[in-house]
């Protein structure tokens, strides 16, 4: 069985990443493809330091920064890779790589972090936070991504299986493509967040510093809650934002980037974990939760199936508001105070280990081996 496993792009390794590593462990002999690679050569080992086969965007001008630029090309690009010698074709998709083109012969099966997310949903919300919403360029910005989503409508056509990250992206994909897809949760490394028991009396939250994430929430919610101690990790575009809501407030402590050491201590120690943002996933959470810490989150998204709520579930983890706004997330954080001693922080561990990187991989190669015997085995002569 000859095996290519097809990646939207290799410039960071992050959560999307993550989940070809493993993919990559499970299939280790794959050839590997992707519209670009611009990994450098000391991050490369997640990929086994693969050759990796890309599209023309990989040489046009300034790809290596601009590459998302090239938005428009994506389609034609991811078109044109070959990829007719192999049998089995796994697409790790939250872009275009589900376009790539397949025979009737071959199996194609995508694990789709989302569709197009910019093109669907968030189309409008894209378009507010890049200043597109408006103008000459927000106009043509609108006529490509309409284009975008009935390419991204026509080749899903073209996908044998599909694997959702979520619940929450398995109703996605229904509502884009009319299209059943099935469940793997991605692999969170909980290994490597030890069991804390002994808590300290400060609440966490950590994240990039982005709108959607929802960090400025957090922080205003806490300038009202003088009597608790809110420890903020992280940096990004809003940092300066939340640093002056949170300028005069001695119980908000800032600390920007920190390495993974620091904030696994943290993690191990808080109070509870405090996730305000609407995730596909949510690594997080349950990175929290392999602490042995609760968490605090917004009641939408992937944080509903990574999180077992305080009203309405046994074992519970954690408290949900429902609302994005400070009033909400206060009502949530007195609730989870005054039922504290029915969160057991062993259950919050006992929750993490259902989305460790074993059962993953062991759920993906499963899945995938069931699927692809089960397709026209008569004439792939298996049996």
């Known amino acids: ?57 990989q040489h046009l001008p300034k790809a290596k920064t601009k590459y998302r630029s090239y ?44 569709p197009i997310r910019y093109a669907w949903d968030l189309q409008h919300q894209y378009l507010k936070e890049s200043g597109l919403n408006k103008g000459i360029k927000g106009f043509i910005a609108k006529i490509i991504l309409h284009y975008m989503r009935l390419w991204d409508i026509r080749t899903s056509n073209n996908v044998d ?8 992206i398995k109703k996605r994909i229904w509502k884009c493509y009319r299209r059943e897809a099935d469940v793997i949760y991605p692999p969170v490394d909980v290994e490597a967040f030890e069991y804390c028991d002994q808590k300290e009396d400060f609440y966490l939250t950590a994240s990039r510093m982005v709108p959607y994430k929802k960090m400025d929430l957090i922080v205003e919610a806490f300038t009202q809650m003088s009597d608790k101690k809110l420890i903020v ?3 990004g575009p809003d940092f300066d934002k939340i640093q002056k809501i949170a300028q005069g407030h001695d119980n908000i402590k800032l600390m920007g980037y920190q390495p993974f050491s620091v904030l696994k201590e943290h993690m191990q120690k808080a109070k509870a974990f405090v996730f305000a943002a609407e995730e ?31 009203e309405n579930q046994n074992n519970p983890t954690g408290v949900f508001f429902y ?61």
């Open 1 to 57: 069985m000859k095996v290519a496993i097809v990646h939207d792009w290799l410039v960071v390794y992050a959560g999307a990443e993550r989940c070809l590593e493993q993919i990559l462990n499970i299939y280790p002999e794959a050839d590997l493809f992707a519209l670009v690679d611009f990994l450098d050569e000391d991050k490369r080992n997640f990929i086994k330091h693969k050759k990796v086969t890309t599209s023309f965007i």
């Open 71 to 114: 938005l428009p090309l994506m389609p034609l690009a991811i078109e044109q890779l070959d990829l007719s010698k192999y049998d089995l074709i796994i697409s790790s998709s939250h872009c275009v790589a589900k376009g790539i083109i397949t025979g009737p012969d071959q199996v194609h099966i995508s694990y789709v972090y989302s």
């Open 161 to 168: 299986h599909f694997i959702a990250i979520s619940k929450f």
């Open 233 to 235: 990790i992280g940096t």
């Open 280 to 310: 596909d996933f949510g690594i997080t959470p349950v990175e929290a939760q392999a602490c042995g810490t609760p968490v605090i989150a917004y009641g939408k998204g992937g944080a509903l199936e990574t999180v077992r709520g305080l």
């Open 323 to 383: 609302k994005q706004d400070k009033e909400s997330l206060i009502k949530a954080i007195n609730y989870f105070e005054n039922n504290l001693e029915k969160i057991q922080i062993e259950d919050c561990r006992k929750n993490a280990l259902n989305f460790g990187i074993d059962k993953f991989k062991k759920d993906l190669e499963e899945y995938i081996s069931n699927r692809f015997y089960g397709i026209d085995k008569d004439e792939k002569n298996i049996y």
